[in-house]
């Protein structure tokens, strides 16, 4: 069983992710915000993030760059969920080590399908 | 000393005046200006010291003291209050060419020929006797030199006489040096550069005989003026005060200043022969020090001849050369002698080249070009103009030389310098006049030289015949003319007690001034003179470019203002003037009609030769000119004053375009920074809009793709989408509200409205809200009623916001929201206050920002659109009220708006 943290400060949307990983199967852990995600990070190890970008306090950016300069981290899947569009957003995300970019609004059927490749679960 | 020695060094000495300015013409051929330096200039404006000066100071010594200072402090200070008058008319005289100071004033007012006439002949009239004065002078300084007691000479032998030789031998340097060009307004290099030498050679001549008299024969200024205290007669001389009356010093020193512009030979020194423009700035210091010098020696020379008791049979004026011939020192004598005979002709031969282009060009040529059939060939006009200008100064000096023969003899001949001075003072008015006063007219200018000339000649003229002692004569003198004693010439109206010069200068120049004013108020000018009067008041302005001020219509053809041109100037010349003029002007030459510039010019030109009304008769003779009427010409005048004040509209207009494009750069980059947000916003609002639709679709494919969901589920699923979609819907409005705000679309509906009202409205709708929350809402309701003039939709939005703002924000269970209406000064204000978290100071301001709340919130995400505040803020902004939060963290905030209250 993967361990999965989805991070985002829309508590439907949350609800929504949250309901979607456990039917893949996975163990769900959720984070309302920034803050409450690197706490978790900090003690349980995930196998892969869902990330959000735009939230009030620490941005989903800024956890990736985290992520991905912390020894102990930088093998989590970081895969960005965001209603950020433009070109050089997303190419930023990448630029920080995320494995996949996704944006909002999303297909649930297509995010599984994603997810479970990178997972490399059937 | 015998005659045949004086004769040789006086004529060695007129070759090497002739060399000197043949030097100069060669010079000049090669394109060498020796006389283009300030230093030259000041020099041949010391013309101004004649023979009067050289010999006449130290005798009027004997006789008024000090008085004759004022015939050179006049021109020094005239030199300081004259400056910008002097630059004026030399700029004036440079551009249209004016070669006299009669031209000057007939161009003045309108190029009259009758004009020019009368000042013409006035100065001759003035001047003949000044000249026959420095004949005088050097006949009689030739005596004295050669000891011979002067035979009371005789016209009949004039062949006898050594003046009759003196006279032709001028009048052949004259016209050998003052009549080369055709072109009179052109230089006379030759003669300035003889001219300014002469003025060093009299200068150093003069000063050498105060030097040799001061120190030679006495032991210093101290010693002359201590033996001459100690006689009573003499130690009255060079005290300031009992001899000189105030009225004849005034007389005298205003005299010469204006003699220092308005002689003949002053104006041609001074403006038709300057080089240069800024010359002037030295000379004005130049020519007052060179006045210093040369009166040093005066009063100590005359002194030293009146102590000399063996001078006793000697006239005064003689003095400068028989002092040292006395104490027989012969060289000294010659060089003293060569001095007074430079003053005396440099004096002649400009004074001479001056009115003879007087008489030749307003005399002269108008009767000649005036008379049927002048259209001769070329050489013959060149030859009738070079020949007229030398047959004027043959007569002027001929002239001279009889008055000096006949009527100089009886005449007294002490005051024949100033008797001149007041003979051209009478232009004064006119030419000042002209130059500042634009209502001068032509009428005005003859009537008051006429006046002027009249009472000069009957107060100064006629008494120095009258007073020769015929019984019938002196009853003129001394009961008036017809025995009318208030006509008396030296006591006119009953003045009495001035001397004769005063006299007369009060008179002459108070009626003349007044005749110019009075007539002028009541006459108008014609076209011409109104089109002169602008050009000549407003030269500094017109100067720049003066054919674009031409006024003429009328048809001429090229060909005839060619062959016109050609006449004068010789075909050669004429062309290249012409050509280059049009090159100058983008004046097309092919046209066979000549343009109105081309005329001007060519009218300028030939009055820098024959004068400007002769020229003006010759180009009306090729053109066939339309009366050009006098509105035309007020028109002309008033489009220069507009196009003055166009250039400084103008210049106004451009200094409005530099701020304008300095606010438009600014605006521009305001609205790229506009874009900038406007991006931003879009993107935001994108960004805003995306979210609940990312959970409706996530929440709806998830209720689809589990059929088998538990039914609570199921039902949770559903009703957060519907809240969602709420949400959404309620982003869209809010968006489009505040676009709609921000572009001023949005039309204020106003209406009186009771705020009590309003309130509760909101109050009521939100206390669901409030209680839901367990908060207690309160509005502190006022007895009185306040009216405000608003939008009541708006403003009710705006009450809505803040205070659903305020319920969210409190403290689940214990939240307090009030609500006040006060009014303070011209405000009416509406609070409400929360116990909420309250603002941070440092996003006070910013919290009014569109989605404020969506990048700066805290932990938990607030609901709402984050546009409340910012649509509230737009809502005021378009009442004209303001809107502002007071908090200070942990103890809630109050939010404020007030509406403008009266």
Known sequence: ?122 | MSYLVIIICGIIYLLLLFGIAYFAEYKLKHNINVVNSPWVYALSMSVYCTAWTYYGSVGRVGTQGMEFLGVYIGPTIACTFFYPVVRKILRICKSQRINSIADFIATRYGKNVSLGIIVTLFCVVGLIPYISLQLKAITSSFNVLSGNKGVESNLLYFYKDITFYITLILICFIILFGTRSVDASEKHSGLVASIAVESIVKLIAFVAAGLFVTYGLFNGLGDIFEKAAQQPALKDLFVFGNNGTFSGWTATMLLSMFAAILLPRQFQVSVVENVQEQHLKKAIWLFPVYLLIINIFVVPIALAGMLTPALGGVDADSYVLALPLHYGHNLLGLFIFIGGFSAAISMIIVETIALSTMVSNHLFLPLLFSSPGTSGTERSLFKSIINSRRGSITILLLLSYVYEKTIAQHASLVSIGLVSFSAVAQFAPALLGGLYWKAGTRKGAVASIVVGFCIWFYTLVLPTFLNSGSPAESNIMLHGLFGCELLRPYALLGLDGMGPIAHSFFWSMFLNALTYIVVSANTKGNAQEIYQAELFVDIFRHTNNPEQSTIWKGTAYMKDIRSLLANFLGADRSQKLIVSYANRNKIPLESSFADARMVAFSERILSGVIGSASARLMVRSVTKEELISIDQVLNIVKESQQALEVNKELRKKSLELTKATEMLTAANEQLKQMDILKDEFLYTVTHELRTPLTSIRAMSEIVFDNQDMEEEMRNHYLSSIVNETERLSHLITQVLNLERYESGRQKLHTSVVNIDELIWDVVHALRPLSDEKGSELTFYSHDSMYLVLCDKDLIKQVLYNLISNAIKFVPEGRGLITIKVRVEYEELQVWIEDNGKGVPAEVKELIFDKFFQAKNQTIQKPEGSGLGLAISKKIIDMHNGRIWVESAPGLGSKFIFSLPYT
């Open chain 1, 1 to 122: 069983m993967k361990k999965i943290l989805v991070v985002d400060d829309d508590p439907y949307i949350l609800m929504s992710l949250e309901f979607l990983m456990k039917k893949g199967g996975n163990n769900v852990m959720v984070a309302r915000n920034g803050t409450e995600a690197l706490d978790f990070i900090n003690s349980t190890v995930p196998d892969l993030i869902l990330l959000d970008i735009m939230m009030p306090d620490v941005d989903g950016y800024s956890i990736c760059e985290y992520i991905k300069k912390t020894p102990k981290l930088k093998d989590i899947i970081v895969v960005f969920l965001s209603a950020k569009t433009k070109e050089a957003d997303i190419q930023k995300g990448y630029d920080l080590g995320a494995a996949l970019f996704i944006s909002k609004p999303f297909s649930t059927r297509n995010l599984m399908k994603e997810v479970n490749s990178l997972l490399g679960t059937p």
